[in-house]
């Protein structure tokens, strides 16, 4: 069936510093692939989603590429701030279209 | 109230009661889900109501009975619980249940714990 694997965490940086948190997948056909986020004492939040293979979702200063020929949806992050502390999630929507989601990513960014 | 509103936000319950869990969305979706978040598992997807009509039910325990009186409002009953049923349950609403990109909005959860 579907899946989602994402590294796992903590992942622990500097204020500043790159980001990259890795998702792969395994779904027959042509998912629609996710990041949500979930701060501290709250429900998730979608952060950017890709439709189809070589989109580029990107809002805040967050991007991810679907790549179909690696089945990858990494998420990138050029300077992390403090406020950004948070569990990430990777998802995958495909032929089911029920969200599946990988274990989570808990990112702590420290001043 | 916007987004998606869940209450209570903490229960603590012994194995022998019966509660309830509410969820309402003011965003005018078709369909409502409930999940249930445990530590270092994937969310678990345990229903799904579209137009006021179950459409999924991942075999989930008799022990939780999920209620869609309307499209806005979801509950989820609980009775007899085990003390591992404890979790953050979370209700998420969406507009396009058939189609693949659509996006799932979550509320912040109700954290239950049974004792």
């Known amino acids: 069936g579907d899946s989602v694997t994402q590294m796992e965490g903590p992942v622990t940086l500097s204020e500043e510093a790159f980001l990259t948190i890795n998702c792969t997948y395994t779904?027959?056909?042509?998912?629609?692939l996710f990041w949500y986020v979930q701060y501290p004492g709250e429900g998730l939040q979608l952060l950017l989603k890709?439709?189809?293979?070589?989109d580029k979702g990107s809002n805040k200063g967050f991007e991810a590429t679907y790549r179909k020929e690696t089945t990858s949806f990494h998420l990138e992050k050029g300077s992390v701030q403090v406020s950004d502390s948070a569990v990430y999630f990777c998802a995958l929507s495909g032929a089911t279209n029920k969200l599946i989601f990988g274990t989570g990513t808990l990112l702590a960014v420290q001043p | 109230e916007t987004g998606v509103t869940q209450t209570p936000r903490h229960l603590v319950m012994g194995m022998t009661n019966k509660k309830s869990l509410k969820c309402e969305q003011h965003?005018?979706?078709?369909?409502m889900y409930w999940y249930k978040q445990s530590a270092k598992k994937p969310l678990e997807l345990m229903f799904v109501?579209?137009?006021?009509?179950?459409?999924e039910n991942n075999s989930v325990p008799s022990r939780f009975s999920p209620e869609c009186p309307n499209s806005s409002h979801l509950f989820l009953h609980l009775h007899t619980l085990q003390p591992e049923d404890s979790a953050l349950y979370l209700c998420a609403s969406s507009q396009e249940p058939g189609d693949r990109a659509d996006t799932q909005y979550f509320g912040p959860g109700t954290r239950l714990t049974v004792l």
């Open positions: 890709a439709t189809k293979a070589d």
């Open positions: 779904a027959t056909g042509y998912p629609s």
């Open positions: 109501y579209s137009l006021e009509e179950r459409v």
């Open positions: 965003l005018g979706h078709n369909a």
